[in-house]
């Protein structure tokens, strides 16, 4: 819901009249916006409406539709206009999916955050670093000879390596579309994807988790998402992205 705000004046020297407006934007099915039962010459009243945009994706209509009686009152006369505010360079009004968590994936983010909750935030990781190279000690794993250094000093030595650090959590997005050959990915079901999505990507803002987003459905476009403004883009790309097939 977008509120609008329209000021209309009536510049002829005479002749009161109605006056109705209609915002292309908000697309068929509205009568109205914002109308004037009586308009005397020389006044100017404000009308305030909400604009509700279903349709996701960018908009860029800048047109209404203007009827009157002006100036006999005998007829209606309709003209479409466009709004002096919205310059023709305007990039339009983006609209994003609704962002949508099924229950079970819900349920799954909040076992995650209790997770967090035990561990500070931080979750282990696989990787082991070098730390040195020393010679076989008895009970040290074959596997961690280190077979180059081995040759060259032609004694067995093995590696030494730090135990796994703790890293900040991260969640990774991947959103695609592709799918088996032969089927078909309804359009509806593709809007339902970018509705949970977006879900993700609020969620990930809202408890400031950093994101990894990699979308692959026009181009191949990789987003790490640490701040609030990045999850905002990310929303922007979700709101301009189309199914390629």
Do not use: M
């Amino acid at each position: 819901s977008i509120p609008v705000a329209v000021s209309i004046s009536h510049a002829a020297s005479s002749g009161a009249s109605s006056v109705r407006i209609r915002d292309q934007l908000a697309g068929p099915g509205i009568d109205e916006h914002a109308s004037v039962s009586r308009l005397a010459p020389g006044d100017t009243v404000d009308r305030f409406y909400a604009l509700r945009l279903f349709r996701r994706g960018r908009h860029r209509e800048r047109h209404f539709i203007l009827e009157s009686e002006w100036p006999l009152g005998f007829y209606t006369f309709r003209r479409a206009d466009s709004f002096d505010a919205i310059p023709d360079t305007h990039d339009g009004i983006l609209v994003a999916p609704r962002p949508e968590l099924p229950a079970g994936l819900r349920e799954q983010l909040h076992r995650w955050e209790g997770e967090d909750r035990s561990t500070g935030g931080f979750q282990r990781t696989n990787t082991l670093e070098l730390r040195h190279l020393r010679e076989f000690r008895p009970g040290d794993s074959p596997k961690s000879i280190h077979w180059p250094s081995t040759t060259r000093s032609g004694t067995l030595t093995v590696r030494e390596n730090d135990p796994p650090q703790p890293q900040p959590r991260r969640y990774g997005l991947l959103l695609h579309d592709f799918r088996p050959p032969g089927t078909v990915l309804r359009p509806g079901r593709f809007e339902t994807i970018l509705r949970y999505a977006a879900g993700l990507v609020s969620h990930c803002r809202d408890h400031d988790i950093a994101l990894t987003f990699r979308l692959a459905c026009h181009g191949d476009i990789v987003w790490d998402a640490p701040a609030k403004s990045g999850y905002g883009e990310l929303l922007d790309l979700l709101a301009e992205a189309h199914d390629r097939s």
